[in-house]
């Protein structure tokens, strides 16, 4: 990056308008911190970690504003155009450190002997337990601020510059949408982390050869059995253990829901999901004192 002379202002330039755009990207937060769940804001604490505050600030401003133009993100890098006090739009680059074949491979194989990961990474969900899956398999999953590179190509020379920094923030609300997105700078895509976990769980799961060996069991004809049909048969096997079943609290709530997304037919999208998601939860607690015996229904006279 170039400088120019900021000595009136002690290491950092003036303030300065920046050109209004119509069509920018707009943060989805108004106000206070960016980033709702546990795993965007670790992405937003490693840009806090440069330091440089009042560029933060100014950053936020121009997420908030609407200044950046666009963002692609694709396996290892983010590029974006935003557009500052100059008539041509600064061009911003973040680069991932993407982790190694070797290490997704023991990821993922750390990753895959825990089921609900899949429903919950599915369901727009990044499970907590995901970090120490990862740091099993001797990596990690967040980036540090030595695995980040980034660049602009405004005068600042401060890394990050705010146009740096209302990209990065931007990219902590994507996380909240989308888990996935972290992924991708780690150097996988959504399909390529499923399709290998899929994989994982096929390869462990008992073949059909393994889990049906027994012989067919001998029942006598029902004529000669009307006597004592509803009679235990003497010697009769217990009932065998894949027709147990298990009633508790589905692991990712709503989650199908969520992987559908609102529907494109409801004029109030946000709503009608809302209204669904109560009714999935009262219809589940209603099932789970049914099926623990509270609350249960008198009998009829």
Request: aromatic share 10%; charged share 25%; glycine share 6%.
């Amino acid at each position: 990056m170039s400088r120019r002379r900021y000595s009136n202002y002690w290491g950092y330039f003036p303030p300065s308008t920046p050109i209004p755009v119509e069509d920018g990207i707009k943060a989805r937060t108004k106000r206070g911190q960016f980033g709702k769940n546990w795993w965007a804001q670790r992405w937003i604490a490693v840009l806090q970690s440069f330091g440089w505050s009042n560029r933060l600030q100014r950053g936020r401003t121009y997420a908030r504003k609407g200044q950046v133009l666009n963002i692609d993100v694709r396996p290892g890098r983010v590029t974006a155009r935003v557009q500052g006090s100059r008539r041509k739009p600064y061009s911003v680059r973040i680069a991932i450190a993407p982790l190694g074949d070797d290490q997704w491979e023991r990821a993922v194989d750390a990753m895959a002997q825990q089921a609900i990961f899949a429903a919950q990474l599915l369901a727009g969900e990044m499970p907590p337990e995901i970090e120490h899956a990862f740091k099993t398999a001797g990596v990690s999953l967040f980036p540090t601020s030595h695995d980040v590179e980034m660049s602009c190509s405004c005068p600042d020379w401060a890394v990050p510059c705010k146009h740096i920094a209302a990209v990065y923030y931007l990219l902590g609300e994507e996380f909240d949408r989308d888990p996935f997105l972290l992924f991708t700078l780690r150097g996988r895509t959504r399909e390529q982390v499923m399709e290998a976990l899929q994989a994982r769980r096929a390869a462990d799961a008992p073949s059909v050869e393994e889990t049906v060996q027994e012989e067919p069991e001998q029942v006598e004809p029902l004529e000669d059995s009307l006597s004592h049909f509803w009679e235990p048969r003497a010697g009769a096997q217990q009932p065998r253990p894949y027709f147990h079943v298990t009633i508790a609290p589905p692991p990712v709530e709503t989650a199908l829901l969520k992987r559908l997304g609102p529907p494109p037919f409801s004029h109030r999208p946000e709503a009608f999901v809302g209204a669904l998601a109560l009714a999935y939860a009262s219809v589940t607690d209603r099932a789970l004192a049914l099926a623990f015996g509270a609350d249960q229904p008198d009998d009829p006279e």
